[in-house]
């Protein structure tokens, strides 16, 4: 997963959910594609975090600067 972009991610969950919605899925493909889904949706989440913190981070900076001027 460390490969991958958000957006590469986003359009995988966007594709197992396409396949899952059309249904007539074998029991253990719609499970290891569940199992993909629920992986790329914490990959997605960490990302999310991730960029909330840095934004936070400039945020508080920015804020800073304006104080010290």
Do not use: D, H, W
């Not at 991958?4 to 197992?16: G, N, R, S, V, W």
């Not at 790329?40 to 800073?64: D, G, I, N, R, V």
């Amino acid at each position: 997963m460390e490969s991958i972009t958000f957006e590469t991610a986003i359009a995988e969950l966007e594709k197992i959910v396409e396949e899952m919605e059309k249904g007539n899925l074998p029991l253990e493909r719609a499970l290891q594609l569940y199992e993909q889904g629920v992986k790329y949706t914490a990959f997605c989440k960490k990302e999310l975090s991730q960029a909330q913190l840095k934004l936070e981070e400039l945020t508080a900076s920015k804020k800073e600067e304006k104080a010290e001027a």
